[in-house]
């Protein structure tokens, strides 16, 4: 599969401490992948510097050409004014204008030559990655606030009114209506019932690129991931499975580990 996000030789510091050093990582399109470690093991930095956020000490951080990445943040910036709704559809509000202003376009390129064909080609072009960027994902704003539990009677609750949990998971919705190649959402389901929770997931599924979630929830993240990326003891280590694969492999990783320094320690004597 494609490589959407490849990042080499990362480190990264903060007060004088190392958080994680030369670690890579790679985000292939189709991954379902949960990012897992302590607390302050470095996991919202870590997607911080893959969303180009941040910049890490050392190492580098790239995207494939075009790709699209959306970063879950804590709150949003949106107006406060601005309500639930309008906050969701503002990210993809202006497609219809840009689509418009295109289909004018392609009749100009029909009737003009020369230099006046290249600047409509050049504009044409332009909008089209305007386009890209904010066209919408196949989901409407309605359908998402709704599986996200907020209810129609919410639908025009200004966002300034709104708690600090409320607040981020607006900020969800206005990155699943979009159509993001890679999405990272750090605690996406924190504020999430139930049937939030089983909306997510089939969400996720269903999402065309790639998603990376930072959960504590193990339950959810068995259900919803394709590839356990855990950071540890300053470094990653990459398994090709669900939570419950994750245990299982890494408990006989350990085992082969410690059986090989026993031989070592054997061999030494």
């Given amino acids: 599969m494609a490589i959407l996000i490849q990042a080499s030789g990362l480190s990264y510091a903060h007060g004088g401490n190392e958080i994680f050093e030369d670690i890579d990582v790679e985000i292939h399109d189709g991954d379902r992948i949960a990012l897992i470690g302590d607390n302050g093991a470095g996991k919202s930095t870590l997607f911080r510097l893959l969303a180009r956020q941040m910049t890490a000490a050392s190492g580098e951080v790239i995207h494939r050409r075009n790709t699209?990445?959306?970063?879950?943040?804590?709150?949003?910036?949106?107006?406060?004014?601005?309500?639930?709704?309008?906050?969701?559809?503002?990210v993809t509000g202006d497609v219809n204008r840009i689509e418009a202003r295109m289909r004018e376009l392609e009749e100009l390129m029909g009737v003009t030559d020369g230099d006046a064909f290249d600047a409509v080609l050049e504009e044409y072009g332009a909008l089209q990655e305007q386009f890209e960027s904010v066209s919408h994902g196949g989901v409407s704003a309605e359908e998402v606030l709704t599986g996200l539990g907020f209810g129609p009677e919410?639908?025009?609750?200004?966002?300034?009114?709104?708690?600090?949990?409320?607040?981020?998971l607006v900020g969800l919705a206005r990155l699943l209506v979009q159509d993001a190649d890679v999405l990272l959402l750090d605690e996406p389901d924190n504020h999430l019932d139930f049937?939030?929770?089983?909306?997510?997931?089939?969400?996720m599924k269903a999402?065309?690129?790639?998603?990376?979630?930072?959960?504590?929830d193990r339950y959810f993240?068995?259900?919803?991931v394709n590839k356990i990326l855990e950071l540890e003891d300053g470094g990653l280590s990459v398994y090709h499975n669900n939570f419950s694969g994750f245990l299982i492999e890494k408990r006989e990783r350990l085992e082969r580990e410690a059986q090989l320094r026993e031989l070592r320690e054997r061999e030494y004597k």
């Fill in 195 to 203: 049937a939030g929770k089983a909306w997510l997931e089939t969400t």
């Fill in 154 to 168: 919410r639908w025009r609750q200004p966002f300034g009114q709104l708690s600090g949990g409320e607040k981020k």
């Fill in 221 to 224: 993240i068995d259900r919803a």
């Fill in 68 to 90: 699209i990445v959306g970063y879950l943040e804590q709150e949003p910036a949106v107006a406060p004014d601005l309500t639930m709704l309008g906050a969701v559809q503002a």
């Fill in 207 to 216: 999402h065309k690129g790639a998603v990376a979630i930072i959960s504590h």
